[in-house]
């Protein structure tokens, strides 16, 4: 602990510029625990004030940049792969989703102080097309509130920070394996959640994306759902033949308007298909007992369509 409070009185800028930035593009470091302590700091006069609000946000800027940039180029792809990462992947899409939708730049400043969807705002926002100038605006304020308000912490509960790291610095390995401690609580907690999402969707039946294609074939069409919210579209605009589009918000107050005598196949691109596993357990519970969530959603249908387009047989267009 006393060599990380050196480490950092030495290298205040670079430091706050690094551990930020890593922490932005995702990787665990804990940048804002360090940002109270540097408050601290800058409180008892080691540190410049100004050196550490100018580098946190920096690093802030830069690092939801790269993943904004990242959303434009690949879209949703880049929001499965974040959220397939997370501990909770079945709430991550739905809530950035909701969240870019009713704040929309707004919301690049609250996220910065939700966990599990930090990381993701930046790169929905330029899945959805939003504007460079006014990502750069929001952004910018959004990591200096957030910089002033660890920072500002620090200042004001300097003297009790001051406590804190005599007895860490003079706890030595016991402090480190308690902290190591907390995080398998939270960890574990987050899997047994992960665990327990998982043996519910084990009751919901799927049809493949196979199966489905074939039902098309054989001219028994069933009505296909798409539970993923406006937002959602907007930044994956993929559809299934003929699919009616119901939010999952909306879908159990629609559930009267759909046909019990048919064949109801719900859809999304949401990992381990949650979105359509939920859905398809509302409708059921609704009196619907023909219903099946579509496993692997719209990747793996979208991979089935490119494999029937190419075994087609070249029609006399191609052919000229």
Not at 14 to 30: D, Y
Not at 49 to 54: D, Q
Not at 284 to 313: F, K, N, T, Y
Request: hydrophobic letters at 50%; glycine letters at 8%.
């Amino acid at each position: 602990m006393r060599a990380l409070i050196e480490l950092l009185i030495q290298h205040d800028f670079l430091l706050i510029f690094l551990v930020t930035l890593a922490a932005r593009i995702g990787a665990p470091l804990p940048a804002a625990p360090l940002l109270v302590v540097a408050g601290g700091l800058a409180a008892a006069g080691r540190l410049s004030g100004v050196s550490l609000v100018v580098s946190a946000v920096l690093a802030n800027v830069l690092g939801d940049a790269l993943w904004f940039v990242a959303g434009r180029i690949h879209g949703h792809r880049v929001l499965r792969l974040l959220c397939r990462v997370s501990l909770s992947p079945d709430v991550c899409v739905r809530q950035s989703e909701s969240l870019i939708a009713r704040w929309g730049g707004s919301s690049l400043l609250a996220a910065k102080f939700l966990p599990g969807i930090s990381v993701v705002a930046a790169p929905m926002a330029g899945a959805l097309g939003m504007g460079w100038r006014r990502f750069i605006a929001y952004d910018a304020v959004a990591g200096l509130v957030w910089t002033l308000c660890f920072l500002g912490l620090g200042l004001v509960f300097s003297d009790q920070i001051q406590d804190v790291l005599d007895v860490l610095a003079n706890a030595g390995k016991w402090a480190l394996v308690t902290l190591g401690l907390l995080l398998a609580v939270v960890v574990a907690w987050r899997w047994w959640r992960r665990r327990s999402m998982a043996r519910q969707q084990g009751e919901i039946e799927r049809i493949s994306v196979e199966d489905a294609a074939a039902l098309l074939d054989q001219d028994m069409t069933p009505v296909f759902i798409d539970v993923r919210s406006d937002t959602g579209r907007a930044a994956d605009p993929r559809s299934l033949p003929q699919a009616l589009h119901i939010p999952l918000a909306r879908l159990a107050s629609k559930a009267e308007e759909l046909p019990k005598d048919r064949l109801l196949v719900l859809y999304c691109n949401c990992p381990n298909e949650i979105s359509a596993v939920t859905g398809a357990r509302q409708l059921q519970d609704r009196g619907h007992a023909r219903v099946l969530a579509l496993e692997g959603g719209l990747d793996a249908w979208e991979v089935i369509e490119r494999r029937r387009a190419a075994s087609a047989p070249p029609t006399s267009e191609s052919l000229a």
